[in-house]
């Protein structure tokens, strides 16, 4: 008969024609009565397997059909890069923030330090501070503009009649390239000797008689780089806002603006009163995945200031770039990213018991 | 909708016309900005006394070729085509195009597989935690990647368990960008996974198919459109990503469009602003076009309105 491994591959698939063949060739063993021992010992218990495997097959095959073991198999994938790729870094974050781990350290000369890296940015870290102002006022500021144009757009698109496909997926165009690269363009944009913006000043200057300006330093002066790159994250983001708006009016029904127009309600009351809260459902989902993208930005600060001029328009994200990654302090910046933490659980708490609500 | 009845011209124009048409410039004008920057010369570009709004070397070439009729390519490229020219030919440009579609479609990939397995299972099946899961998959989707980013690096340049670093390496983006996408692609795809009517499912299960027949032979094929366009958004998040890029990858050759023409296009005071501009533009078209087709889905993804 040869070996008896190619005979017993039972880990190998096809479990099912393997058997007919095990059993064929178990019966030509039954014949010849001479093999030793054995060989017809090794053969009845490879049956055996054989016929556990196809069983446990079937079985498989069943439990499979069970919903809730098929769910947690079906679960796996993603539950596996969730809890290792999200929730073992967020632990691992929390627990870098606790000591003095530096790039380049290895983990057997890292010391706990507890709370040291939050209460030195707390009480002694003036740009720390600065960022943390910047952040609510960048996510406010921004915010309440990007929904306030964001609605009117959205009112305009949803009057328009002709063109609206073109004119929609041109609106839409800065929120979808990849935001760095149109930041780039804004970089130069706001350049203040060779740019558009200040050229176009200077001449309007002349043109009035009022005579020369030299133009503002748009991203060298603390306020203006703040608010520049406050533009830049309106300018992004409006598409965004109008868009999703223009969603919610579309699912208004035509007839309570009718009813509102025959009770003689004028434009404004009907925006109001039917408009707005017509689309409040849409607004929440909006404005709380806004306030989180805003809050946590990193890559508008990065390309046009870095920060600068002189730290004064850092971001928590970009402060905690400049800490770990440039300064290599990563305990301390895994520090400055948590910081964010709170106000973004906040948010994220606000939206699940919103959503909830709606549900019932 | 349509235009109110009864409304004069002169009141349209002012509040829908007008309006209408800053909001147009004010979107596009940086993209013009960029094109008219990327055809001039670098001498034009430093020039404070013309017009910048006009590429002047690049249209009086075209005007004395209309005018001459006739064509010269040479002229073409050296008065308007010049940085484009440079950005594809001497700059790395090209290979970061091939990372970034390596790295996005690999990772669109993984993402799908398991966000098609994962919305499944929260859109049908009934086990115990299958709530939890989903308000944990809602969490996920809304964790900013710069919350983490620093543990990331840290764990990307020395793998658990592993002992592998992944650091300046296309596999370690290939690694975190599912962190984004899966969650994503779990969202969108429960939503359109339930608008498919359970009956056709349950008709199939009688007539003898197993669960995972149904799914993968009924399911998938109806939710195509939702698994096409949520592969489309994958893809051009992953392309567009920009922060883990820019702190895994340090060797000039391996790096993403994004974070190549950031890091390598600026050179310390030095900017090339042609090639930025040009890099920029060529880098954003590919993204814009697929987005204008898919924007529908992606909206409704977005906002949780359920579609269809």
Same mark, same amino acid.
């Given at each position: ?16 024609? /393997? ?100 209460? !030195? ?151 109001? !009163? ?87 | ?15 829908? !016309? ?15 900005? /960029? ?169 199939? /299960? ?103």
């Amino acid at each position: 008969m040869g070996s008896l491994e190619p005979r017993c591959p039972v880990a190998r698939g096809k479990i099912g024609r /393997m058997e007919e063949k095990v059993q064929r060739d178990a019966g030509e063993e039954v014949a010849h009565a001479s093999l030793p021992p054995s060989v017809e010992e090794s053969a009845a218990s490879c049956l055996a397997t054989i016929r556990t495997a196809a069983w446990s097959r079937q079985r498989a095959i069943g439990l499979l059909e069970r919903p809730d073991v098929l769910g947690y198999l079906l679960m796996l994938p993603a539950a596996f890069i969730i809890f290792s790729f999200i929730a073992y870094p967020f632990g691992w974050g929390v627990w870098m923030s606790l000591t003095n781990k530096e790039v380049g350290m290895s983990w057997s000369r890292v010391s706990f330090i507890g709370l040291w890296n939050y209460v !030195h940015l707390w009480t002694t870290d003036g740009v720390f501070w600065n960022a943390v102002r910047n952040s609510f006022l960048y996510t406010g500021i921004a915010t309440a503009v990007k929904w306030v144009l964001g609605i009117w757009l959205a009112v305009l698109l949803n009057r328009m009649v002709r063109f609206q496909r073109i004119i929609r997926a041109a609106i839409l165009l800065p929120w979808i390239i990849p935001t760095v690269l149109s930041t780039i363009a804004f970089l130069w944009i706001f350049d203040p000797d060779f740019s558009v913006i200040n050229w176009t000043l200077r001449r309007f200057y002349t043109w009035m008689g009022w005579g020369y300006v030299k133009g503002p330093l748009w991203l060298g002066d603390p306020t203006l780089a703040l608010m520049s790159v406050t533009f830049v994250n309106i300018w992004r983001g409006i598409p965004f806002y109008a868009i999703a708006f223009l969603a919610g009016l579309q699912t208004i029904e035509p007839d309570l603006y009718e009813a509102a127009a025959i009770d003689g309600a004028s434009g404004w009351q009907r925006f109001w !009163h039917v408009t707005l809260p017509g689309i409040k459902p849409i607004t929440v989902v909006v404005i709380v995945f806004s306030i989180i993208v805003t809050f946590s930005d990193f890559q508008i600060v990065y390309v046009l200031t870095r920060g600068g001029p002189a730290n004064s328009t850092h971001l928590f994200a970009t402060y905690a770039y400049q800490i770990a990654m440039v300064g290599t302090r990563l305990g301390l910046g895994a520090a400055v990213s948590l910081f964010m933490f709170p106000v973004l659980a906040l948010v994220i708490v606000y939206q699940l018991v919103y959503l909830r609500k709606e549900h019932r | 909708m349509g235009t109110p009845v009864g409304e004069g011209l002169a009141k349209r124009l002012l509040v829908f !016309h007008l309006p209408l048409f800053f909001f147009i410039v004010f979107t596009l004008f940086p993209f013009y900005w /960029m094109f008219v920057t990327s055809i001039k010369s670098t001498h034009e570009t430093y020039n404070r006394n013309v017009n910048p709004y006009i590429p002047v070397a690049c249209t009086t070439a075209i005007a004395e070729q209309v005018k001459g009729f006739q064509f010269s390519g040479s002229a073409l490229m050296e008065n308007c085509f010049y940085h484009w020219r440079y950005l594809l030919r001497d700059t790395l440009f090209v290979q970061w195009l091939k990372n970034t579609l390596f790295i996005a479609i690999v990772s669109t990939i993984v993402s799908l597989f398991a966000g098609i397995t994962a919305a499944y299972a929260l859109a049908r099946l009934k086990f115990r935690g299958v709530d939890t899961f989903g308000v944990l998959i809602f969490i996920t989707y809304l964790v900013p990647p710069t919350l983490l980013f620093i543990p990331l690096s840290d764990l990307i340049g020395d793998m658990p368990l592993l002992h592998w670093s992944l650091l300046n390496n296309p596999w370690g983006l290939i690694v975190a960008y599912p962190t984004f996408l899966v969650p994503f692609c779990t969202w969108l795809l429960t939503g359109y996974f339930r608008t498919i009517p359970k009956e056709l499912e349950e008709a199939a /299960m009688i007539d003898g198919a197993t669960r995972i027949q149904a799914m993968v032979r009924i399911v998938l094929p109806l939710a195509l459109p939702g698994v096409v366009s949520a592969g489309i958004f994958a893809f051009t998040l992953s392309a567009n990503e920009f922060l883990y890029a820019l702190i895994f990858i340090s060797d000039a050759a391996n790096k993403t469009v994004p974070v190549g023409i950031v890091s390598e296009l600026i050179k310390g005071d030095v900017f090339y602003w042609g090639e930025l501009m040009a890099g920029a533009l060529l880098g954003s078209i590919p993204v814009a076009v697929i987005y204008s087709f898919f924007v529908e889905h992606y909206v409704a993804g977005i906002t949780g309105a359920v579609k269809g």
